[in-house]
Protein backbone atom coordinates (compact mmCIF):
# COMPACT_ATOMS: atom_id res chain seq x y z
CA UNK A 1 0.00 0.00 0.00
CA UNK A 2 2.93 2.51 0.73
CA UNK A 3 4.61 2.19 -2.33
CA UNK A 4 1.46 2.38 -4.64
CA UNK A 5 0.82 5.47 -2.46
CA UNK A 6 4.06 6.99 -3.73
CA UNK A 7 3.47 6.14 -6.69
CA UNK A 8 0.56 8.35 -7.25
CA UNK A 9 2.11 11.25 -5.55
CA UNK A 10 4.88 10.74 -7.83
CA UNK A 11 2.31 10.53 -10.59
CA UNK A 12 0.66 13.50 -9.26
CA UNK A 13 3.85 15.93 -8.21
CA UNK A 14 4.74 14.60 -12.44
CA UNK A 15 1.13 15.92 -13.56
CA UNK A 16 1.45 19.37 -11.72
CA UNK A 17 4.72 19.99 -12.92
CA UNK A 18 3.84 19.33 -16.54
CA UNK A 19 1.04 21.94 -15.84
CA UNK A 20 3.35 24.25 -14.59
CA UNK A 21 5.80 24.17 -17.35
CA UNK A 22 2.70 24.08 -20.20
CA UNK A 23 1.31 27.78 -18.59
CA UNK A 24 1.02 30.36 -21.31
CA UNK A 25 3.94 33.29 -21.18
CA UNK A 26 1.93 36.36 -19.92
CA UNK A 27 3.25 40.10 -19.08
CA UNK A 28 2.15 41.55 -15.57
CA UNK A 29 0.42 44.66 -17.17
CA UNK A 30 -1.61 47.63 -15.78
CA UNK A 31 -4.96 48.35 -16.30
CA UNK A 32 -3.68 50.60 -18.85
CA UNK A 33 -6.61 53.05 -18.92
CA UNK A 34 -6.42 55.58 -21.53
CA UNK A 35 -9.39 58.57 -21.90
CA UNK A 36 -9.96 60.50 -25.16
CA UNK A 37 -11.89 63.37 -25.69
CA UNK A 38 -14.71 63.01 -28.27
CA UNK A 39 -17.23 65.54 -29.16
CA UNK A 40 -19.76 62.91 -27.23
CA UNK A 41 -17.85 63.63 -23.89
CA UNK A 42 -14.57 60.77 -23.01
CA UNK A 43 -14.01 57.72 -24.70
CA UNK A 44 -12.44 55.17 -22.09
CA UNK A 45 -10.62 51.95 -23.03
CA UNK A 46 -8.76 49.49 -20.40
CA UNK A 47 -7.20 46.38 -20.38
CA UNK A 48 -8.89 42.72 -19.90
CA UNK A 49 -6.22 41.45 -17.71
CA UNK A 50 -5.41 37.68 -18.14
CA UNK A 51 -6.67 36.29 -15.03
CA UNK A 52 -9.70 38.44 -15.31
CA UNK A 53 -11.38 35.62 -17.80
CA UNK A 54 -13.93 34.59 -15.03
CA UNK A 55 -17.10 36.20 -14.16
CA UNK A 56 -15.09 40.16 -14.32
CA UNK A 57 -17.58 43.55 -15.01
CA UNK A 58 -16.23 47.08 -14.06
CA UNK A 59 -16.79 50.31 -12.58
CA UNK A 60 -16.01 53.30 -14.12
CA UNK A 61 -15.34 56.27 -11.35
CA UNK A 62 -15.16 60.20 -12.90
CA UNK A 63 -13.28 62.45 -10.37
CA UNK A 64 -14.25 59.96 -7.62
CA UNK A 65 -18.03 59.09 -8.55
CA UNK A 66 -19.30 56.12 -10.11
CA UNK A 67 -20.94 56.81 -13.27
CA UNK A 68 -21.78 53.81 -15.05
CA UNK A 69 -25.40 52.78 -13.30
CA UNK A 70 -24.54 48.82 -13.70
CA UNK A 71 -21.64 47.12 -13.58
CA UNK A 72 -19.73 47.22 -17.18
CA UNK A 73 -19.07 43.79 -19.42
CA UNK A 74 -16.85 45.28 -21.93
CA UNK A 75 -13.80 46.67 -21.35
CA UNK A 76 -14.29 50.01 -22.57
CA UNK A 77 -16.98 53.13 -21.96
CA UNK A 78 -18.07 56.07 -23.13
CA UNK A 79 -18.65 58.91 -20.96
CA UNK A 80 -21.17 61.30 -21.99
CA UNK A 81 -20.58 63.68 -19.27
CA UNK A 82 -16.67 64.20 -19.30
CA UNK A 83 -14.60 66.94 -19.97
CA UNK A 84 -10.96 67.41 -20.04
CA UNK A 85 -10.62 68.09 -16.94
CA UNK A 86 -12.20 65.04 -15.81
CA UNK A 87 -10.14 61.97 -13.70
CA UNK A 88 -10.37 58.59 -13.95
CA UNK A 89 -10.11 54.89 -12.38
CA UNK A 90 -11.85 52.10 -13.06
CA UNK A 91 -12.20 49.00 -10.87
CA UNK A 92 -12.70 45.27 -11.55
CA UNK A 93 -15.54 43.79 -10.25
CA UNK A 94 -14.60 40.16 -9.42
CA UNK A 95 -17.31 37.50 -8.17
CA UNK A 96 -19.51 41.01 -6.98
CA UNK A 97 -16.69 41.98 -5.32
CA UNK A 98 -15.18 45.49 -6.39
CA UNK A 99 -11.37 45.49 -6.41
CA UNK A 100 -8.54 48.43 -5.96
CA UNK A 101 -9.00 51.15 -8.44
CA UNK A 102 -6.79 51.37 -11.33
CA UNK A 103 -3.88 54.27 -12.36
CA UNK A 104 -6.00 57.99 -12.41
CA UNK A 105 -5.75 59.27 -15.38
CA UNK A 106 -6.55 62.28 -17.31
CA UNK A 107 -7.69 63.07 -21.42
CA UNK A 108 -5.28 63.12 -23.34
CA UNK A 109 -4.89 66.48 -25.50
CA UNK A 110 -6.05 64.84 -28.91
CA UNK A 111 -6.82 61.57 -30.91
CA UNK A 112 -3.07 60.68 -29.79
CA UNK A 113 -0.49 60.63 -27.46
CA UNK A 114 2.34 63.04 -28.15
CA UNK A 115 5.49 61.73 -27.09
CA UNK A 116 8.81 63.60 -27.68
CA UNK A 117 12.17 62.29 -28.49
CA UNK A 118 15.25 63.58 -27.74
CA UNK A 119 17.25 65.81 -29.93
CA UNK A 120 20.74 64.40 -31.37
CA UNK A 121 23.95 65.94 -31.47
CA UNK A 122 27.15 65.10 -32.35
CA UNK A 123 30.11 64.83 -30.13
CA UNK A 124 30.77 68.76 -30.38
CA UNK A 125 27.48 69.72 -29.17
CA UNK A 126 25.73 70.41 -32.77
CA UNK A 127 22.32 69.37 -33.12
CA UNK A 128 22.34 66.65 -35.73
CA UNK A 129 18.55 65.24 -35.41
CA UNK A 130 17.42 66.18 -38.87
CA UNK A 131 19.57 63.73 -40.20
CA UNK A 132 17.75 61.34 -38.43
CA UNK A 133 13.94 59.75 -39.44
CA UNK A 134 12.11 58.29 -36.95
CA UNK A 135 11.66 54.68 -37.70
CA UNK A 136 10.30 50.93 -36.00
CA UNK A 137 9.26 50.73 -32.55
CA UNK A 138 8.26 48.13 -30.25
CA UNK A 139 6.29 48.13 -26.75
CA UNK A 140 7.37 46.03 -23.69
CA UNK A 141 7.74 46.86 -19.74
CA UNK A 142 11.20 47.18 -19.17
CA UNK A 143 11.28 47.91 -15.69
CA UNK A 144 8.50 46.05 -14.04
CA UNK A 145 6.36 48.88 -13.42
CA UNK A 146 3.42 47.01 -15.45
CA UNK A 147 3.36 50.09 -18.52
CA UNK A 148 4.45 49.52 -21.63
CA UNK A 149 8.20 51.41 -22.66
CA UNK A 150 9.14 52.22 -26.41
CA UNK A 151 11.90 50.90 -27.78
CA UNK A 152 12.25 53.29 -31.20
CA UNK A 153 14.65 53.12 -34.34
CA UNK A 154 15.88 56.74 -35.53
CA UNK A 155 17.50 56.05 -38.42
CA UNK A 156 20.61 57.41 -40.07
CA UNK A 157 20.91 56.13 -43.53
CA UNK A 158 24.16 58.32 -44.10
CA UNK A 159 26.08 55.01 -45.10
CA UNK A 160 29.41 57.23 -45.92
CA UNK A 161 32.40 55.90 -44.55
CA UNK A 162 32.94 59.18 -43.19
CA UNK A 163 29.86 59.82 -41.34
CA UNK A 164 29.83 59.00 -38.14
CA UNK A 165 26.41 59.74 -36.64
CA UNK A 166 24.93 55.75 -36.90
CA UNK A 167 21.64 54.64 -36.43
CA UNK A 168 20.34 54.68 -32.47
CA UNK A 169 17.78 52.63 -30.60
CA UNK A 170 16.11 54.50 -27.57
CA UNK A 171 14.04 53.62 -24.73
CA UNK A 172 11.41 55.56 -23.66
CA UNK A 173 8.76 55.92 -21.05
CA UNK A 174 5.21 57.03 -22.53
CA UNK A 175 5.84 60.67 -20.81
CA UNK A 176 8.67 61.14 -22.67
CA UNK A 177 11.52 60.16 -20.41
CA UNK A 178 14.40 58.66 -22.15
CA UNK A 179 15.84 55.53 -20.63
CA UNK A 180 18.51 54.05 -22.70
CA UNK A 181 20.12 54.58 -25.95
CA UNK A 182 22.29 52.28 -28.24
CA UNK A 183 24.30 53.28 -31.28
CA UNK A 184 24.78 50.30 -33.43
CA UNK A 185 28.16 52.07 -34.55
CA UNK A 186 29.32 51.72 -38.34
CA UNK A 187 29.00 48.19 -38.82
CA UNK A 188 25.18 48.01 -39.15
CA UNK A 189 23.52 49.10 -42.40
CA UNK A 190 20.18 50.09 -41.69
CA UNK A 191 17.26 51.60 -44.04
CA UNK A 192 13.36 50.55 -43.91
CA UNK A 193 13.78 46.79 -44.53
CA UNK A 194 17.76 46.17 -43.69
CA UNK A 195 19.05 44.35 -41.20
CA UNK A 196 18.45 46.36 -37.81
CA UNK A 197 15.08 45.29 -35.95
CA UNK A 198 14.27 44.95 -32.42
CA UNK A 199 12.28 42.32 -30.70
CA UNK A 200 11.07 43.01 -27.14
CA UNK A 201 9.08 40.91 -24.64
CA UNK A 202 9.82 39.43 -21.08
CA UNK A 203 11.52 36.08 -22.30
CA UNK A 204 12.77 34.59 -19.00
CA UNK A 205 9.24 35.78 -17.58
CA UNK A 206 10.77 37.84 -14.82
CA UNK A 207 8.66 40.74 -15.19
CA UNK A 208 10.78 43.03 -17.07
CA UNK A 209 11.66 42.79 -21.01
CA UNK A 210 14.50 41.34 -22.70
CA UNK A 211 15.19 43.42 -26.43
CA UNK A 212 17.08 41.55 -28.82
CA UNK A 213 18.92 43.54 -31.12
CA UNK A 214 21.11 42.81 -33.75
CA UNK A 215 25.03 44.29 -33.45
CA UNK A 216 28.40 44.62 -34.21
CA UNK A 217 31.50 45.75 -33.80
CA UNK A 218 31.74 49.09 -33.09
CA UNK A 219 27.86 49.04 -31.38
CA UNK A 220 27.92 50.93 -27.96
CA UNK A 221 25.56 49.68 -25.43
CA UNK A 222 23.48 52.28 -22.36
CA UNK A 223 25.89 51.32 -19.88
CA UNK A 224 28.94 52.71 -22.55
CA UNK A 225 29.96 48.88 -23.60
CA UNK A 226 31.26 48.96 -26.76
CA UNK A 227 30.72 45.64 -28.79
CA UNK A 228 34.09 43.41 -29.97
CA UNK A 229 36.03 45.84 -31.64
CA UNK A 230 35.53 50.00 -31.32
CA UNK A 231 37.54 50.68 -33.75
CA UNK A 232 36.36 48.70 -36.42
CA UNK A 233 34.89 50.38 -39.56
CA UNK A 234 34.17 48.04 -42.62
CA UNK A 235 32.39 50.23 -44.70
CA UNK A 236 34.20 50.41 -48.00
CA UNK A 237 35.56 54.00 -48.72
CA UNK A 238 33.98 56.00 -51.37
CA UNK A 239 31.18 53.82 -52.22
CA UNK A 240 28.61 55.26 -50.24
CA UNK A 241 29.54 58.76 -50.46
CA UNK A 242 26.97 61.02 -51.27
CA UNK A 243 24.38 57.94 -51.07
CA UNK A 244 21.29 58.47 -48.43
CA UNK A 245 19.35 55.15 -49.26
CA UNK A 246 15.17 56.17 -48.13
CA UNK A 247 15.84 58.76 -46.68
CA UNK A 248 14.01 61.48 -48.91
CA UNK A 249 10.69 58.28 -48.71
CA UNK A 250 10.94 58.73 -45.60
CA UNK A 251 11.03 62.44 -45.43
CA UNK A 252 7.74 62.53 -47.07
CA1 LIG B 1 7.31 49.95 -17.63
CA1 LIG C 1 12.81 39.47 -18.33
Redesign the pocket.
Known amino acids: MKIKKTIICSILLLSMAMTAGAQRMMENLSRGLVAVKTTEGVYLSWRLLGQEWYDVTYNVYRDGVRVNSEPLETSNYQDAGGTESSTYSVRAVVRGVEQEGSETVTPWKGQYLDIPMQLISDASGTDITDQYSLNNASAADLDGDGDYELIVKRMNSDFSKANTAYTLFQAYKLDGTLMWTIDVGPNIMNSRHVETNCMAY?????????VVIRLADGSVLPDGTVVGNPLANYRPAGEYDGLTIYQTQYDE
Open positions: DFNQDGKAE
